[in-house]
C-alpha cells in the first residue's frame, strides 16, 4: 500500500467546542479516559492512570499525522480538553473515511461529542474524493448510538465478531453519512 501524506491538523470551531492539535497540556483528559475501560478497550488511551503513558499517548497522536493516517483531535470547550475525535484515513484511496471519539468521563452527558461530531464531519467533507463517513459503535454504548444519529448518520447494520474488544470479540453497529450528490 502507498504511505500516505502528511496532514496537518488545523484548528476547526464548532458551535461549543474546538477541535486542535493535542497539547501537552492535555494529558489531565487522557489520564481521565485511562480510567474508564469502555475507552481504554476499544482505543490505544493507556489503561494505567500514568503521566508518562498519557504523554506518549498524545505523542502517537501527532505521528498519526506525520505519518498520513488520519487527523486525531483534542476536543476543546473554554480552556480544557474534554474527549478525543478522530478522522482515520486508511481506506481514503477507496473513498471512505472512519471516525471515533470519546469524551472523558467527568465531562459526559453535555453535548460534547455532538458537536464534534457535527463539526468533523462537516468538515471532513473537504477533503478530495471523500464520499462516505463511518462509525462503528459497540451496541451497548447507546449514548454513541444516539449522539450518532441526532449527527445524521444512519444505521446500516451489525458487523458479527467484528471487533476484538477486552479480549474477546465483539459485534459492531456501523453507522455512516454520504456526500451528498
Do not use: K
Not at 464548532?14 to 477541535?19: E, K, N, P, S
Not at 488511551?45 to 501527532?62: C, F, G, K, S, Y
Not at 454504548?141 to 471487533?163: F, K, P, V
Amino acid at each position: 500500500m502507498t504511505a500516505l501524506p502528511e496532514v496537518v491538523v488545523p484548528r476547526i470551531a464548532g458551535d461549543r467546542i474546538v477541535l486542535r492539535a493535542f497539547e501537552s497540556t492535555d494529558a489531565d483528559a487522557v489520564l481521565d479516559a485511562s480510567t474508564d475501560r469502555s475507552i481504554t478497550a476499544v482505543t490505544t488511551v493507556p489503561a494505567t492512570n500514568d503521566p508518562d503513558l498519557a504523554a506518549e499517548w498524545i505523542a502517537r497522536q501527532h505521528e498519526r499525522a506525520r505519518t498520513g493516517s488520519g487527523y486525531s483531535f483534542a476536543i476543546q470547550s473554554a480552556d480544557e480538553c474534554v474527549g478525543q475525535i478522530g478522522l482515520w484515513l486508511r481506506e481514503l484511496h477507496e473513498g471512505r473515511a472512519t471516525i471515533g471519539y470519546w469524551i472523558r468521563p467527568s465531562r459526559r452527558r453535555r453535548g460534547y461529542a455532538l458537536d464534534a461530531l457535527h463539526t468533523l464531519s462537516d468538515w471532513a467533507w473537504s477533503l478530495p474524493n471523500l464520499h462516505r463517513l463511518q462509525l462503528h459503535i459497540d451496541p451497548a454504548n447507546r449514548a454513541s448510538c444516539r449522539t450518532a444519529e441526532r449527527a445524521g448518520y444512519e444505521r446500516e447494520g451489525l458487523l458479527r465478531s467484528w471487533q476484538e474488544i477486552a479480549e474477546e470479540r465483539r459485534d459492531m453497529l456501523v453507522y455512516s453519512m454520504i456526500r451528498s450528490r
